[in-house]
């Protein structure tokens, strides 16, 4: 269903909304999916990958370009939601930042990911 969902705002949403004329959805069932996934996505355009919010639960995931961090916070101004981000290799010009956010309840996640070279900030040094 949630990925009906994502589908459905990917084919609703026109191209220029993220900057990215093409738009890829994947969907894993485990860590090692997302991993051989994640790291065979073309870096020039949005990516969503729908997976188990448990795939947070490694500390990141290694690619050919450099390592991404995986992490998960609780907004103290939006309890019951968590906020899942896979930073960018430190330096990298050639990989995504993303980021999803979900009911804490949730067990799968849509995480939105873009080319680093278009994201409109970069994310605190780890």
Do not use: W
Request: aromatic residues 6%; contains cysteine.
């Amino acid at each position: 269903m949630i990925r009906q969902i994502v589908l459905g705002l990917v084919v609703l949403l026109p191209a220029t909304a993220y900057g990215a004329a093409h738009k890829t959805v994947s969907q894993a069932a485990n860590f090692e999916e997302f991993t051989e996934q994640f790291c065979a996505a073309k870096r020039d355009a949005q990516h969503i990958f729908v997976v188990p919010v448990a795939v947070f639960k490694e500390p990141s995931v290694k690619c050919d370009d450099g390592e991404s961090k995986l992490r998960t916070t609780e907004p103290s101004d939006d309890p019951g939601h968590m906020v899942f981000n896979v930073d960018p290799p430190s330096g990298s010009k050639e990989s995504f930042d993303c980021d999803g956010k979900a009911d804490i309840a949730m067990t799968t996640v849509a995480i939105n990911c873009l080319p680093v070279a278009k994201e409109a900030a970069s994310h605190p040094k780890n």
